[in-house]
């Protein structure tokens, strides 16, 4: 099985980030599939993936974690370049510590144990 869990985080009119939801789904097979992409010097560059066919999908489960006001940030994800490499470290620590602290919550552990992770 494989489970691939993506996230969102919602962010009030400040946009200032108040929760983030995990979305998990498991299937029960993958393909490895060779992708290609263009770097931003319109160099190529291969890698492989896994592939998952909504067919093989068996389970679907979804999580909020509110983030406690201390852990709140305006910090995120750079969708230009150049990025701000000071930003970008800090909303990469803060979804790190969200994601250690949601770990420990029940409704994670409710969530492996439903998807057998």
């Not at 400040?14 to 319109?42: K, P």
Request: hydrophobic fraction near 30%; proline fraction near 2%; aromatic fraction near 12%.
């Amino acid at each position: 099985m494989y489970t691939i869990i993506t996230s969102e985080v919602q962010r009030n009119t400040q946009e200032v980030s108040e929760s983030i939801t995990y979305i998990f789904n498991t299937y029960s097979e993958a393909t490895l599939v060779t992708r290609t992409v263009l770097d931003q010097n319109e160099d190529t560059i291969e890698y492989q993936d896994f592939e998952y066919s909504e067919d093989n999908l068996i389970g679907t489960r979804t999580a909020t974690y509110i983030i406690p006001e201390a852990d709140q940030t305006t910090a995120a994800h750079g969708t230009v370049h150049p990025h701000d490499h000071e930003i970008e470290i800090e909303y990469q620590e803060k979804l790190t510590k969200w994601w250690n602290d949601f770990c420990q919550t029940q409704a994670y552990m409710d969530i492996v144990q439903e998807l057998n992770m």
